[in-house]
């Protein structure tokens, strides 16, 4: 057909009037008088429009009998409804997809956007993502849903293809939830007018197998201390005294970025700190000497040292009283060490307003001490994979190098002790470190 066919949707999703060719469509998508809009790309879009308060124009293209049809949709929010304008309904061969079969895990995975790379739709599959989450990324850009990686030769494909006008081949990306790698392919669409209206995708989920980390040598991590400790360690200084204003007032902006810049530098520093560990500790010689210590007394420490960084993320600690003790054998500074790893950690991921709990306890001749937070939680399958080399459960979040569990697990077994979790999602985490008994 040609022309604009125009309906409206009620608040409950139902397609209440309708031209024929909207009502045909709708009928074809398996729906009648009784149920939502049941051609999904246009729902979306009744959604959007209701949701933001605002007129979204977007480009679709819809399954219909042997052929798909690209249209081009306005919704028109009014009072409760929305007011559907449907035109374009020019007929194509359904797209094949990306060369090569997608693996079964992203079936079905699809993602279209407009000219400005903005989400329009997505068929993500059942176990990806629900339903609500995937109606929250439409109209969001295509970095919402993928983070892109850049190929050889340090370009993108994507960018290319959208100033190029052409299909995209071979992005590669990474799921924002999760960090699953894939591959990105698409056909560009086109509008009624026949102009650039955006793209019609998939994503093709590919094996991740890094080669092997080469050994860190001691004169590589020696050299690195060398180089860059003093400079970064002058850096941070500067940037505290800047944030402080100890010179004059500068702009509440200024002194934040002195702020930023200081806790960057911070965060470089613990990588060599963590990168000298982690030569000590592979060491075939590694040992840490036993001596008497008090785990209550190391976690008030480490509760202590962490104190500013809790008030500024709006959670408190609760650290063991000051009468209680618990007599452990092991090394007093890589206790100290594994305790602050575990309580920064718990305080990063708590939410603001709740608490940090370490608590004590005993089991099988092994003193232990337990942090615990309200966080997110980690899923079973990823509870081992956080204390390996590297290994982060969600690469997209902010935090350190990946190396802070492995060393910390490592160091609680070279000392004859253990470094064990237990979570689950939605639930927090509970990081429980057992050391032999005093």
């Known amino acids: 057909m040609s022309g604009v066919a125009r309906g409206t949707v009620n608040a409950a999703g139902r397609l209440v009037a309708a031209d024929p060719a909207l009502a045909t469509l709708h009928a074809r998508a398996g729906g009648n008088a009784d149920t939502p809009l049941a051609v999904v790309p246009l729902a979306s879009i009744a959604r959007l429009a209701r949701r933001l308060g605002v007129v979204v124009s977007r480009p679709v293209t819809v399954a219909d009998e042997e052929a798909d049809v690209e249209l081009w949709v306005r919704a028109q929010p009014v009072g ?37 790379l903005r989400l329009t739709h997505l068929a993500l599959g059942a176990a990806a993502r629900s339903g609500s989450e995937v109606s929250d990324l439409l109209g969001q850009p295509v970095t919402a849903l993928f983070t892109l990686e850049a190929d050889d030769a340090g370009g993108l494909p994507l960018i290319d293809a959208l100033a190029q006008r052409v299909a995209l081949r071979g992005q590669r990306a990474r799921v924002r939830s999760g960090g699953k790698p894939v591959i990105l392919e698409a056909r560009v669409r086109r509008d009624a007018a026949g102009s650039f209206a955006g793209f019609v995708g998939t994503a093709r989920a590919v094996d991740e197998a890094p080669p092997p980390a080469p050994p860190l040598s001691e004169a590589f991590t020696q050299g690195l201390d060398r180089a860059l400790r003093r400079p970064l360690a002058r850096i941070v200084a500067n940037a505290d005294s800047i944030h402080g204003q100890a010179d004059g007032p500068i702009a509440p902006d200024y002194a934040d970025y002195a702020a930023d810049i200081a806790g960057a530098g911070r965060h470089l520093l613990s990588l060599i700190d963590d990168l000298a560990d982690l030569q000590a500790i592979e060491r075939a010689d590694f040992n840490v000497p036993a001596e008497p210590i008090d785990l209550a007394d190391l976690a008030r420490r480490a509760a202590g040292l962490l104190s500013v960084r809790a008030d500024n993320a709006g959670v408190t600690v609760l650290r063991p009283p000051l009468g209680a003790t618990a007599s452990a054998q092991g090394d007093f500074r890589r206790v100290l060490q594994i305790l602050v790893n575990l309580v920064g950690n718990a305080i990063r991921y708590a939410p603001q307003g709740s608490a940090v709990a370490i608590e004590l306890g005993e089991t099988e001749g092994r003193r232990t001490v337990t942090v615990i937070d309200g966080g997110k939680g980690i899923a079973a399958e990823d509870a081992e994979r956080v204390f390996e080399k590297f290994e982060r459960v969600d690469p997209a979040e902010p935090g350190g190098s990946g190396l802070g ?16 979790l237990v979570s689950a999602p939605g639930r927090g985490a509970r990081f429980t470190l057992a050391l032999p008994a005093g």
């Open 80 to 116: 409760d409804e929305v007011r559907l304008a449907v035109s374009g309904w020019r007929a194509q061969q359904p797209w094949p997809g990306p060369r090569g079969d997608d693996p079964v895990e992203l079936e079905g995975w699809r993602w279209e956007c407009d000219a400005a």
């Open 405 to 420: 569990l492995y060393i910390a697990r490592r160091l609680a077994r070279a000392m004859g002790g253990d470094l064990t």
